[in-house]
């Protein structure tokens, strides 16, 4: 893969406006990665070569970042990555049987992707959502309170081009390109769209409000 001159032109037209932010270009290295990501679909070798010499840096040490990271993919990801959650909490509520029976329904494992290209599988360590246990994620929106049945279904609906709609977040999926643009600091203006927080996330402040209770003072 060689980039074109029109992808070379907008992606550096990105890359010089993220790295700009910074006082060191080097600390600019993690979102360009997700720059070339959402170019690619992962970090390919020309995304590697393409950062470091948009930082002055070797492409040695590009790579091992872009490896130590799980968010950076070495192969490309579908059109929808989906992460089942599979630590502790999530696992003892369902999210071991989730993985098993979603990895057999679309018939592919761990970092693999289904034929169509459209749906890749992670077992992810925690999505910091225990509360909503099991859950998944795709393209890093939440999907609360997962069943089998219930991801199989969220899988079908994605191959098939349905209306998919994360529990909190934004109103409509974004691409897992897209997701990688916003990740490397380009926005969607979407990021107030739909509720952040909800359910059993807001019952301890439930409490709290009804008995008066408030936090100590500094």
Partial sequence: MTYSPEIRERLERDAKEIIGRYPKTRSALLPLLH???????????????????????????????????TMYKRKPAGDYHVGVCINALCAVMGGDQIWEELSEHVGVGHEEVTSDGKVSLERLECNAACDFAPVMMV???FFDNQT????????????????????????RLCTFKEASRVLAGLPDDRAGEGPSAAGA?????????ANGWKAPEA
């Fill in 148 to 171: 089998p049945e219930s991801a199989k279904q969220l899988v079908d609906d994605l191959r098939a081009g349905k209306d998919v709609r994360p529990t909190r977040g934004p109103q």
């Fill in 139 to 141: 393209n890093w929106e």
């Fill in 201 to 209: 996330s807001l019952e301890g402040l439930k409490v709290a409000k």
């Fill in 35 to 69: 720059l070339v990501q959402s170019e690619d679909g992962y970090v390919s070798d020309d995304g590697q070569e393409f950062c470091a010499e948009m930082l002055g840096i070797s492409k040695a040490e590009v790579t091992g970042v872009a490896t130590f990271y």
